[in-house]
């Protein structure tokens, strides 16, 4: 028997501990949304990688921008610039969200008031976006809304743009999408948060809730007409996010802190993603605390130089502690 033997049969190496895989879910909610930069920036910073994302609505954008390779970065410098310089008449639609929605059929004629929302795409996607989703680095779901069956309509495959296209299609700025004889209009309106997509196949499930809430104004007692049509639908979208979670909740919940901004603020990126920096904050603290403690059952593997022949590895039977443990027994209780 050799020196290693000797030690005794109870010798046993550890597998290096598994990363957690994390689901990222980004909601919807107009301008408010463009904080999702902001929270893909943190993953960067943090080095950690989702294994899935789900988006709805201008989460579905930035998310398949995310997914397709390009960085929190590089998104905020695209975005910047788009709204800065190249958005023509779609960037005076979004000047003021105060105007009567008759300007805004005068700005595109009477029978072309309602935008395409892919044409709006083909000038507002970073043109490293992916055609399809098998092409994508991340796994994505795009989630959209069935205007005739009054259901949620889940994409993973096939091209990409038409998915996105169906998911920010916001009524009466945008024009339903038409894919494979489906209506679609915006997802938000059946699942404006889609965290629930992702619980499946993630360990960790984090969403960004841009929904945001009416805020008053000052300057005045009641919203304008143009102000309290938009802001029904995320009224109705808020009301939708409230339910879910009282059915089942994600690991780590981040509300953007944008709810000051109208849905068409657009042209206040610079202070949305200001306004976006303490949430940013905490979804890198929330990420840092859960995955220092939480890791993925590992295989306790036997030395097969201090035991018998037909020894066999076997399961460690170390619980799982912390925030992961607790949220998936919250989950099987639900």
């Known amino acids: 028997m050799n020196a290693r033997q000797s030690q005794g049969s109870s010798t046993r190496e550890t597998l290096p501990a598994k990363a957690p895989k994390i689901g990222l879910a980004l909601g919807g909610g107009g301008a408010r949304g463009l904080a999702h930069i902001a929270m893909l920036e943190a993953f960067d910073e943090l080095s950690i990688r989702p294994s899935v994302i789900a988006g709805t609505s201008i989460g579905a954008v930035y998310g398949a921008a995310y997914a397709s390779g390009i960085s929190g970065r590089d998104l905020r410098e695209h975005t910047r610039f ?3 310089q190249r958005l023509g008449l779609i960037r005076d639609l979004f000047v003021s969200t105060t105007q009567p929605f008759q300007r805004l059929a005068s700005l595109f004629g009477a029978r072309s008031a309602i935008l395409n929302p892919a044409a709006v795409l083909d ?26 069956d009054q259901e949620p309509k889940i994409f993973s495959d096939g091209l990409l743009r038409p998915a996105i296209a169906a998911s920010m299609a916001l009524p009466v700025i945008f024009q339903p999408v038409v894919v494979d ?10 699942n404006p948060l889609p965290f629930d997509l992702l619980m499946p196949e993630a360990d960790v499930v984090v969403a960004i809730d841009v929904s945001g809430a009416p805020v008053p104004d000052p300057r ?48 206040k990126c610079d202070e949305i993603l200001a306004a976006a920096e303490p949430a940013k904050e905490r979804l890198k603290q929330q990420l840092t605390r859960v995955l220092s403690v939480e890791t993925l059952p590992v295989l306790d593997v036997v030395d097969p130089t201090t035991v018998a022949d037909g020894a066999q590895a076997v399961p460690s039977k170390r619980p799982k502690q912390g925030l992961l443990a607790r949220a998936r027994r919250r989950r099987k209780e639900d």
């Open 82 to 84: 788009i709204l800065s």
């Open 181 to 190: 004889g489906r209506a679609l209009i915006d997802g938000g309106l059946t």
């Open 123 to 148: 000038v507002i996607l970073p043109k490293e976006v992916k055609n399809d989703f098998a092409d994508c680095e991340i796994p994505l779901k795009i989630v959209a809304s069935d205007f005739y």
């Open 220 to 267: 005045r007692a009641t919203p304008t007409a143009f102000e309290a049509l938009f802001a029904s639908a995320f009224l109705f979208e808020r009301t939708i996010v409230k339910e879910k979670l009282k059915a089942a909740r994600p690991d780590i919940l981040i509300s953007a802190g944008t709810s000051r901004f109208q849905v068409l603020d657009f042209l």
